[in-house]
């Protein structure tokens, strides 16, 4: 899944290259990726219109394709955009394709099928799921500490690691980057919001600021194509078996409510009694 630091990359990429281009036409390939809240078809209503604005919202890159018309992705896990040019073949399963007026092709590409694009009159989003529920943008000035620590302590019941996953609360942090963010923490992912002293409060805040800026120069720098997850910095995300970078300590892997985490147990000690001690897992 694209996260914060690719989609900010993405939306950068086609503000330069395809905002202001017009859709010449419109092939589909899987029409299950496709939501139509209008009487026209996905084709005839985007064909013959210009890319006018893309912005950001949480997961969803959403573009303006007139004063009232709305194309809304949602790549989900596996979905990728890919800008494709003459001579160049789409990559991987393509969903759809939208052939722009210099001949080059915005395509939709998904082998899971997950990806959803939504075509809607500007401001009707209710029928998008999720779209309406996204929590304080991670970036915007307003998610200050006193903000984030009264969502803390609203959540508090929850493990860290779902709580800052959460996009209604933070919009958004996916898997990859919460787990460094709570390992540049030193916070174990299974930890309970309201176990956190005041220190370490402040630290996972400070450390969602500085891991997200990270990432975002980190994937400003490979420059990729925009398709291309970009995940060679990661310290401990999906390094399940390498050597901590920090202090040697082999690299775990765990389930938290069905998702992966991967952490260090010597830097990010667990702070409460567990069944397991990691430090004695193999
Ligand atoms: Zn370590």
């Not at 939306?11 to 017009?22: C, M, S």
């Not at 998904?110 to 694009?117: I, R, S, V």
């Not at 000035?141 to 302590?153: E, H, I, K, R």
């Amino acid at each position: 899944m694209p996260e914060l630091p690719d989609l900010l990359y993405i939306q950068k990429y086609l503000h330069k290259n395809i905002v202001g281009r017009t859709v010449l036409d419109v092939q589909v390939k899987q029409p299950i990726v496709l939501r139509v809240s209008m009487e026209s078809s996905f084709e005839s209503a985007i064909r013959g219109k210009a890319f006018q604005r893309c912005e950001l919202n949480g997961p969803f890159i959403r573009f303006e394709l007139s004063d009232t018309l709305d194309l809304i992705l949602n790549l989900m896990l596996a979905g990728k955009l890919q800008h494709q040019h003459p001579g160049e073949k789409p990559e991987g399963y393509l969903c759809f394709s939208l052939l722009l007026d210099d001949r080059t092709k915005l395509n939709l590409c998904d082998e899971q099928k997950m990806a959803k694009a939504y075509l809607t009159r500007s401001g009707e989003y209710g029928g998008i799921p999720k779209y309406l529920q996204q929590g304080i943008p991670l970036l915007d000035p307003a998610c200050t500490f006193d903000v984030f620590q009264s969502l803390g302590a609203k959540h508090s019941r929850k493990q860290v690691r779902v709580f800052i996953n959460d996009h209604t609360v933070l919009s958004s942090i996916g898997n990859a980057y919460a787990d460094e963010i709570l390992f540049d923490a030193g916070i174990h992912p299974k930890t309970f919001v309201y176990k956190l002293n005041a220190d370490e409060l402040r630290r996972l805040y400070d450390s969602i600021a500085a891991v997200m800026k990270w990432g975002i120069e980190k994937v400003e720098a490979a420059a990729q194509p925009i398709h291309v997850k970009v995940r060679d910095h990661m310290k401990v995300r999906n390094r399940k078996g390498e050597p901590c970078p920090r202090c040697g300590t082999t690299i775990r892997r765990e389930g938290v409510r069905g998702f992966d985490v991967f952490f260090c147990p010597t830097c990010q000690p667990a702070s409460r009694k567990t069944f397991i001690d990691w430090n004695k897992v193999n």
